[in-house]
């Protein structure tokens, strides 16, 4: 019999690629929770006193907490477009829940089709990865803008809105546009119990050959819960509904991570797993002080000023618990300033791949590992209100900026720009602008400089600024 060499050698190196993909592939699994509203002070090992999170205490116990984590943005659509990206909410191309398009109309409109998001880079790194949850990114009619189209393999997303009444029901879209995922209001207690189970059902059907990412895209505490058990902690309490409702929420989700993490555990995946659990912006709250969440019920926000909406540090500081098991010191404090532009860069750097250039974060993997950290010069934020709901006093634009210890803030392009010291008032109260000329120079420098114009969000929120597509 005559034996070709070349062959034999081709199934050698075959072999031995296989054989060795998953076994020496020691990159950690990551798991990325985002909770939808929840407020800097909602947690009990962030101040919490009424409001029962026992899972994401212990967690807490285990891990990593920060001081100083920003989102992306006040509200759900921009401050998820960062979190994708890496790019700062001035450059990113989603600057509020809806866009000025034309005549006055304002609409939510999709992530750019160019935009390089997490699910595309863990794919090109060799990850199997995961999207659950609210993507808010999209436009309801094309499939092309969810979040499978985006990178992720294994992609089931709340959808509402559209056309057609094909994608106002109730449930998971799975992998774009291939099959409902119905939500059983009489199975689960809330929808992240639901997307909880959806994830189980990834980890379950998964492939062992590759790490993976999981981002779990929660919808507690803002989610619109219908006639769930969202009572259920507290319904004996004498107080409003709609602050049972809230309290309930945040419980139920804290049960939710507690059996996700339970998972992690029995399937023997935790123990190299990067776990972070953060927050999308501050916590919501009604405006009107009528029939909605008040801030101060549950003092929401600690001693922050404001909540969702605002950039002021109660509508953008947000918790950011860590934990990788021997790798991060329990129970350890972090006052690094840092948010979610650079979640991607600190992603890039522990699976091995270089950071994307569009991404301006600096990762923050030296604080997870108490070596010394890289700091930013400053962070910026750009916002505008959309106008479909509310009026927009000075264009509904906003910005504000981090330069160490001091915060600027500026409600309108014309309006004085206001400056707190942090360190010394948190809560910004005490407006010292005119003791900083300097600072105040250079804020304004960055409010104009540090940003790109972008379809839909016109500098200024003036309409004549408005840029055609």
């Not at 659950?132 to 436009?139: P, Q």
Request: aromatic share 12%; hydrophobic share 35%.
């Amino acid at each position: 019999m005559i034996i070709n060499k070349s062959i034999i050698k081709t199934l050698i190196i075959t072999f031995f690629l296989v054989s060795c993909s998953h076994k020496n592939d020691t990159r950690p699994n990551i798991v990325l929770l985002l909770a939808d509203d929840l407020g800097y002070n909602e947690l009990g090992s962030y101040g919490q006193k009424i409001i029962k999170t026992p899972h994401l205490d212990s967690l807490a116990k285990k891990s990593m907490m920060f001081t100083d984590f920003y989102a992306g943005s006040p509200v759900c659509s921009p401050a998820r477009a960062v979190l994708l990206t890496g790019k700062s909410s001035s450059h990113v191309s989603i600057r509020g829940n809806a866009a000025f398009v034309k005549d006055s109309v304002w609409e939510q409109i999709a992530l750019d089709k160019n935009e390089y998001t997490l699910g595309e880079m863990f794919k090109e790194a060799g990850y199997q990865s995961a999207f659950i949850g609210k993507w808010h990114l999209d436009t309801a009619d094309q499939p092309e803008t969810w979040a499978f189209s985006h990178g992720f393999d294994f992609a089931a997303q709340e959808q509402w809105g559209g056309s057609t009444d094909k994608y106002k029901k109730q449930g998971l879209w799975l992998n774009g546009n291939e099959e409902l995922l119905p939500y059983d209001f009489n199975k689960h207690d809330c929808k992240d119990a639901f997307y909880t189970d959806t994830a189980f059902k990834f980890l379950e059907e998964k492939s062992e050959d590759k790490p993976f990412f999981l981002f779990m895209s929660y919808r507690a505490p803002h989610s619109f819960e219908g006639p769930l058990r969202d009572t259920l902690w507290y319904a004996k309490e004498d107080w409003p509904k709609v602050e049972q409702a809230q309290a309930a929420k945040i419980t139920l989700q804290d049960q939710q991570v507690g059996r996700l993490l339970e998972k992690l555990e029995s399937i023997n995946e935790l123990d190299n797993t990067l776990v972070l659990y953060t927050s999308d912006n501050g916590a919501h709250f009604n405006h009107d002080n009528i029939n909605g969440h008040q801030l101060e019920f549950f003092d929401s926000n600690g001693n922050l000023r404001g909540g969702k909406r605002d950039l002021y540090e109660g509508g953008l500081r947000v918790p950011l618990i860590a934990y990788w098991k021997d790798k991060i010191l329990p129970g350890s404090i972090a006052d690094h300033i840092s948010g979610f532009r650079d979640i991607m860069t600190t992603f890039a750097e522990i699976i091995g791949v270089e950071k994307p250039i569009q991404n301006k974060g600096i990762s923050f993997l030296p604080t997870l590992f108490n070596k010394d950290q890289m700091k930013h010069e400053f962070l910026n934020w750009e916002f505008q209100l959309s106008g479909s709901f509310q009026k927009l006093p000075d264009g509904g634009f906003r910005q504000s900026v981090r330069i160490g210890d001091f915060k600027a803030v500026r409600y309108g392009v014309d309006s004085s720009i206001e400056l707190y010291n942090l360190k010394d008032d948190e809560s910004e109260t005490n407006d010292i602008s005119k003791l900083y000329p300097e600072i105040i120079k250079r804020s304004e420098q960055i409010f104009l400089s540090e940003r790109i114009d972008t379809y839909g969000f016109p500098y200024g929120g003036v309409i004549q600024n408005f840029i055609p597509n």
